[in-house]
């Protein structure tokens, strides 16, 4: 029996969101004091050790430093109560360890709360130990003492806590971690802690678990469990469990010798803004896992850091926000504008970590640099861009990009990179004059509003080229993208019956009201390679940030909403028809813009927008936006299954690679109105989102940088870890890859399938194929383990198989582009020999054969004690239906059985004087005098069958 896991998030799970009207069953908020628990014990109270007294600045540097580090385990060397072992701070939080508790400790502004989470029923023998040792030491001053090179711990374990069962706590990503260790016999329902100090428990809609407290409502996501075998995961049915004032976990069926794990959903979540309106609209995420997002705001008390390039509001600015990889805290933090509005904020990352911003500014004072492509406003309102330097506190770069237009002007929508630094923008315009460049596709304004894409050189100070898109009609732009050759894809929308196509495209005609388009430039930027709308009969629409993506082979994917009854969808797509006024739709174009690789609807009864895009390195699409319906689409064990009404809730939704299914989806956000702008994906599949929430209950993450909503409406940033569901199949492996077995025994070949960070695939049809000396087919679904099994039976002569088997995502029986397989081989070989055991045909043996033909048959065949075997055999069909002579020139092998009833002759023979062609021949000997009882049989490799037949003649001895 193996080991079992329960692992359950505590801290970094639990969402600390009081409302303005009380938490859950109305209660008011009550006034607290200072955290009672941690003062009667005299432990460090939550917050930054050492800050009091500092600036204003001084401390926002410090608590931002403290909230990036890792979180650790200290010994008590006698600077707290002697009851307390360890602990481990975090930027608002601090947990104790005592020999039978775990206390928490946080802070909501000046009031504090503390919790005991207790072990009920646990054993007094229990121990404490910690374990991997970090990499630093802390030094500590008290009054009278002093406490030098302690050291820090990774790990901390209670051995024996209930019988058979462990519980280890550990730091990750800045969170607080807890698991449970089950030993072969221990019982999971053993299992139960209580939170002394809370007012009351509940499981919400969503299977979150609500711990009340005076500050608040605490929240643990809904556990998602797997299993552990071989290092692989298979999902496994759990829920809290309550009873009274403590809890436990409820589990459906798993195999109680392999691991078990159980999660949260939500890495990070936090509110981002001031006290005004505040819109996010873009996010990118670096190699090590820092999100950056962009977007506007009105607050004058917007989050900023010290250094940054820009602390003070002008009027209505965009931001630019780097949150550390734990989300725990701002990295930098920066306004953008000058004296007039500024609005958008678009952002693109290079390698080094720059980030690269677009938006619209009516300032004529928009801080640009010495030798930009253009330094002053030319219109009623410019495009800017703006390259920050990787610490936030300088601009590398900034320019103006627009032309005279006084109405809605330029405005900027859109940007992306290439490996050289190049920055390409897309947006609006209705400048006549907007800067366009020699040779370049199209410099003359079309209707009344074009879209624009231009490409700057790596300084910024000027265009490498610049073109108008659209026809007689006004265009919007949705977003840009750039491929790994530089060529630039723009995606938006359109009127125009004559916008640009090109010959061979999927949509080369207007389908009415506003269409999609997809154009892909060359990569001077004067020809189209690719253009073609994507829409229907009605109004598609689009007006995000980044909704538009291409994956590594340069397949496009758009999103958007459609009211179109007929928007075109692909045969086995997730939905193929409008489920309410309007949809989202997500459209993934052949690199070659000709045709669709899939399309489908996304959306409940009520209304959708797609509003981002991105796609992981398994081609996943991943799409977020908004819904008003209480049926939108959600996936079994996602964050959040259940519509939490108000004026529409953010989503976000992973399509499998083909677009047939949902790998995850869930709803996000809280009682107000919540909407997704734009979606990013890091390498190792976890997904980051940005929008904008007027909700004070949306969920956040305790020690999250902000879990209180500041204004009417903030910015979110959340991050879902790749775990909380499994992607879709990226890799499919068979085993054995080769193996070797008797003739006429059963081999089975087992394909195990993972998505793109390695997670098993569980509900995924394998189709198998077997050619050679067997030729047959069959399939099998995955199991919780990502597994799924085929056996036959081999050929009664040896031969050699080719196994093929493929993930049938899509379940169409077809192997499509993107479903993984793999081969395997099988070689069928001769029996052991069965020592001394001798065969013997005499009286001259007859029987009739299958054809009808009489045949004869005699000899013998002996085999020594070391296994060798000698003997002759001969065999005719007097035909007339398949007339031949077969005589032995080798007996290979002999077997017989302990009772020596039966016996197999293997060998090689001519068949009428010529050739050597495998034989076997299959008798039983089941009494005397053989005639009328005893059995024939043999095989030719040609395919000659006699069939097994009493014998009309003759007699077979086994001995």
Known sequence: MGLIVLALLAVASVVLTPTAAGVAGGRELAAAGPVPAAQALGLPQPGVPGSAGLSPADRERAVDAYGKLPLSFVPNAGQTDQSVRYYSQGAGFSFFFTQDKAILSFAKGARGQALELQFLGSSAAATLEATDSGPGTVNYLTAGASHTNLPTYQQLTYRELWPGIDMVFRGQGGELKYEFHLRPGADPGDIRLGYAGADGLSVGGDGALLVDTPLGALRDSAPTSYQLTDGRQGAVESRYALEGHSYGFALGHYDRTQALVIDPSLAYSTFLGGSADDFGLGVAVD?????????????????????????????????????????????????????????????????????????????????????????????FNDVFVTKLNTAGTALVYSTYLGGTGTAVGDQGNGIALDALGSAYVTGMTESADFPTTLGAFDTTLGGFRDVFATKLDPTGSALAYSTYLGGSGAEGSGGIVVDAAGSAYVGGLTPSADFPTTLGAFGTTFNGGFDAFVTKLNLAGTGLVYSTYVGGSGFEFGTATTRIAIDGTGSAYVTGQTGSTDFPTTAGAFDTSLGGPNDAYVTKLNAAGTGLDYSTY???????????????????????????????????????????????????????????????????????SDSGASIAVDAAGNTYVTGTTGSAGFPTTLGAFDTTLGGIRDVFVTKLPSGAGPGAPATLTLAPTADTNDVATQHCVTATVEDAVGSPTPTITVRFTVTGSVNTSGSDTTDANGEATFCYVGPELPGADAISAFADTDNDTMQDPGEPSDTATKVWTLPATTPLCQVNITNGGTIVANNGDKASFGGNAQSNAAGSVKGQQQYQDHGPAQPQKVKSIQILALTCNAQRTQATIFGRATINGQGSHLFRIDVQDLGEPGRGIDTYRILLGTGYDSGSHTLKGGNIQIR
């Open 602 to 672: 996304l959306g409940g009864s009520g209304s959708e927008a797609g509003s981002g895009v991105a796609v992981d390195a398994s081609g996943s699409a991943s799409v977020t936006g908004q819904t008003f319906s209480a049926d939108f689409p959600t996936t079994a064990g996602a964050f959040d299954t259940t519509f939490n009404g108000g004026s529409g809730d953010a989503f976000v939704t992973k399509l499998s690679p083909t677009g047939s299914s949902l790998i995850d989806s869930t709803y996000l956000g809280g009682s107000g």
């Open 287 to 379: 190699a090590a896992g820092n999100a950056y997002v962009s977007g506007s705001t009105s607050s004058a008390d917007f989050p900023t850091t010290a250094g940054a390039h820009d602390t003070s509001l002008s009027s209505s600015d965009v931001f630019v926000t780097k949150l550390n990889a734990a989300g725990t805290g701002l990295v930098y933090s920066t306004y953008l504008g000058g004296s007039g509005s500024e609005f958008g904020g678009y952002v693109a990352l290079d390698g080094m970590g720059n980030a690269y911003v677009t938006g619209t500014t009516q300032s004529a004072d928009f801080p640009t640099t010495v030798g930009a492509h253009d330094t002053s406003l030319t219109g």
